[in-house]
Nanobody
Framework: HVQLVESGGGLVQAGDSLRLSCAASGRTFSDHAMGWFRQASGKEREFVAAISTSGGSTYYSDSVKGRSTISRDNAKNTVYLQMHTLKSEDTAVYYC???????????????????WGQGTQVTVSS
């Protein structure tokens, strides 16, 4: 079982940068691909980024590609999402997820991952 706790969200200005962190408990962190999803008010949960177990492969949604970097530190059981040039449309609750790389990249909503964090709010003010 893996427990995920996100941090780093908050209120920022458009154009700012922000780094989200997700700390995982359990001995199997390095066995799971990790991902970030987000859900804006009134919208479906959507894929943002994913990273393979080793960190050697990363994937991004078109909406954040070029402005964001997902990374992981298996020694610290932590995955990060660094976002730059934030826009008002980036406002959402951001969720950390653990599962298979195929699932994270393929499925929608809760089906995409085996484990989810509780989410952290990111609000971008224009």
């Amino acid at each position: 079982h893996v427990q995920l706790v996100e941090s780093g969200g908050g209120l920022v200005q458009a154009g700012d940068s922000l780094r989200l962190s997700c700390a995982a408990s359990g001995r199997t962190f390095s066995d799971h691909a990790m991902g970030w999803f987000r859900q804006a008010s009134g919208k479906e949960r959507e894929f943002v980024a994913a990273i393979s177990t080793s960190g050697g492969s990363t994937y991004y949604s078109d909406s954040v590609k070029g402005r964001s970097t997902i990374s992981r530190d298996n020694a610290k059981n932590t995955v990060y999402l660094q976002m730059h040039t934030l826009k008002s449309e980036d406002t959402a609750v951001y969720y950390c997820a653990a599962g298979s790389l195929y699932g994270l990249r393929t499925f929608q909503g809760m089906r995409a991952a085996d484990y989810w964090g509780q989410g952290t709010q990111v609000t971008v003010s224009s």
